[in-house]
């Protein structure tokens, strides 16, 4: 099913009760007509590939119609994400498929906001449109994956530009950025992360083919207040900018820091920090004499990684931690030190 009748198949998904919905399948049948490669109501009823849903009179009976609205909208949302990492592209072909399961289905699914919210870079103009709408104003997950866009590239060579304006677009709403892209995407990616983003909590960034970047990106102009969790890998943030500060969880790798000093001291803004991977990174300058040792007594996963055991452990020693439940790489690292500078 392409994405053009996923559209139209939502707005016919209850025809089995055609009476309780077809004011809302017109409504929707008018909204996608006039489009461009989607088929017309009537096509669609034809197609005998789109059977009824089973919405019979004693289907009422069935145990999982009798389960609360809030229930249901559990176990669609499951249903749905269970698939999503095999088959990211087909999360609306499958949420639209099970709008047809029976009437109730149709309008939970239709009128749950929370089921529209991921906007995705493999999406048709329709989709989108359509998600857009249902989503009512809810705070949105942006998803960009590099397959699927050279696959859409190869297809319309301008989907990409056309994704990240609309997108852009709403800033104000993302809740979640997840993109991976190949380095001649880059500067289209960065430039569409420049305006603030007010509600921002999760960024992951994915530059393939981008060993070690040293250029550093002025994301969000710094204003991202809500970011609480950042993945980056082969693309570095300015390591002054706010929109890193309170942090909960960072991730880096395929990083070059300019100085030691840079990251120590943006970790310093992030105490509640309970995260900190930092794989296959390096650095040009170790921490200078001058560089205060931080303190993250919240932190409880720490992998880090500089290149070398002695930048990996410059690091490590600016990095106070005195708790006996300190993360393993810490307490180990104590442990060694303690026992070549035994107490006298």
Known sequence: MDQGDV??????????????ASRDEEDDADELEDRPGTRTPSQESESPSEPDPPFEQGSCHIPIHSLPTELLLEVIRLEVLWYIPDLPEDYYSRLVGLSGVCCRWYHVIRDSPELWTRMHGSDSPEIYELAMKRSSGRLLDIVLEADVLYRMQDEDRDHLGWFMAEVRSHVDRWRSVEMSFPPLWTDDITCSLEKPAPNL??????????????????????????????KLEGIAIRWDSEAIHNLTALDLSSITFHCTDDILEALSHSPE??????????TRSMASASCASIQLLQLSILDVDLG?????EDFLDHIKDDRDDAPAQLLSRRKRVEGEHPIA
């Open 7 to 20: 559209a139209n198949s939502d707005a016919l998904a209850c025809s089995a009760n055609k009476t309780a």
């Open 201 to 230: 909590e999760r960024l992951s960034l994915y530059a393939e083919e981008r060993w070690w970047s040293t250029r550093e990106h002025n994301f969000f102009f710094g204003e991202a207040p809500k970011l609480r969790d950042v």
């Open 273 to 282: 920090l309970r995260t900190l991977v930092i794989k296959e990174c390096t």
């Open 308 to 312: 070398s055991p002695d930048a990996t």
